[in-house]
């Protein structure tokens, strides 16, 4: 009887033992089959714990990092704060089309918007954020919004944060970027950090630093950036840079989604995109904006048309196959649309 009682409680453990590692495994494939975007690790020091269970989670929130999880929408960043994969950019957005703009976004369940003192919208931003609030029921921290100071500003960094902080007025920035490489830029990203401590700013970033600016940028300053924005199209790729930003665990995010202004007739024209987009009943935008994603490039398009900013955020009941995500790299020709 005894022995068919420890016959019995060892094949229960044996059971408990393999549901466990099989469902460990079932989760890792999933999450390989299901996570099409890109992973990397951060180089952010991590304390060393004597206690498992707690370096066990810090490992899975390591790995989460910079993952886009296409499910939440979001993605985790090296600041430990989660921001939108798309969102709104607000380039030469007047004051109304701005506001009515940021609004037509959260109302059709966007989250990220994106603006800087360069262009002159930071006041219709926050009114939209707060307009739609109120109207829609938002809450404060679902929201996120970035902003930028330029190097005319880094001069006196504290002024043109309190400046932004007044302007958008929305309690706290959830990321500021510098605008540009410039002189006082290390002492102008010093003084965003001690911001970061008061809690007046969440997160830090980084705008047109590419592999030159941020080698000798990083070693100088404390808070790693959690995001770098750049140029980036279909027919400017960046197909070394973003890797290398990437790997160092900071998130890229691409301005000039579309090509620009003045530029989108011929990209959204462009027959290779016409045709993907076709076989997948969408639009070629659509197409642009889901391949950044697949490359773990966060989006913003610009856009004053509700239209498109409800089709912009539309991107996640279709998936590019490796062979489409190919046949656009191979549009690459080193294209910028911009000086910097
Ligand atoms: N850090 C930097 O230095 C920097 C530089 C430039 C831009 N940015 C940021 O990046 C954002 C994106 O760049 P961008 O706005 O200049 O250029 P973009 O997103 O490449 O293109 C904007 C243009 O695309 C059109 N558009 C948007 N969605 C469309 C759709 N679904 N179908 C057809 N056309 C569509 C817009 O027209 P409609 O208005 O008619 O929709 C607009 O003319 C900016 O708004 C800004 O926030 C940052």
């Known amino acids: 009887m005894k022995r068919v009682f420890l016959g019995l409680l060892l094949f229960v453990m044996l059971f408990i033992v393999s549901a466990c590692t099989g469902k460990d495994t079932d989760r890792e494939t999933e999450q390989l089959t299901e996570d099409t ?71 059709n369940g966007g989250r990220l918007i994106d603006t800087a003192y360069m262009y002159g919208n930071e006041d219709a931003v926050g009114e939209g954020v707060r307009q739609a609030m109120e109207e829609y029921g938002i809450p404060r921290e679902e ?34 970027l510098l605008h540009h490489p410039g ?82 007739s011929e990209l959204l024209g462009d027959e290779t995109i016409k045709s993907i987009a076709e076989a997948h009943g969408v639009s070629s935008a659509q197409v642009i904006l889901r391949w950044d994603l697949q490359r773990g490039i966060v989006v913003i398009p610009g856009s004053g048309n509700p239209d498109h900013i409800k089709e912009n955020l539309d991107l996640f009941g279709f998936e590019l196959t490796e062979d489409e995500m ?5 549009l690459d020709r080193d294209e910028k649309h911009d000086w910097y």
């Open 37 to 107: 975007s890109t992973s990397f690790e951060s180089d952010t020091a991590m304390p060393i714990e004597d206690d498992a269970e707690e370096t066990e989670n810090q490992e899975t929130e390591m790995i989460d990092m910079g993952i886009f999880d296409f499910e939440t929408k979001k993605v985790m960043l090296n600041s430990g704060y989660e921001m939108p994969i798309m969102g709104l950019g607000t380039y030469a957005l007047d004051h109304d089309t701005c506001v009515s703009s940021v609004k037509a976004l959260l109302q």
């Open 183 to 264: 002189n006082g830029d290390v002492e102008a990203y010093k003084t965003m950090e001690r911001y970061v401590e008061e809690g007046k700013i969440r997160s830090l970033g980084l705008s047109n630093w590419y592999v030159e600016e941020l080698t000798d940028f990083l070693p100088q300053i404390t808070i790693t950036p959690a995001l770098v924005q750049k140029e980036i199209h279909p027919y400017y790729q960046e197909q070394e840079v973003v890797p290398f930003i990437q790997e160092k665990g900071i998130v890229v995010q691409c301005w000039y989604p579309l090509g620009g202004r003045g530029h989108t």
């Open 326 to 330: 190919e046949m656009i790299f191979l």
């Open 143 to 176: 929201i996120f919004v970035i902003t930028k100071i330029y190097p005319s500003q880094f001069g006196d960094p504290e002024a043109a944060i309190d400046m932004a902080l007044e302007k958008l007025d929305i309690g706290y920035i959830d990321m500021m």
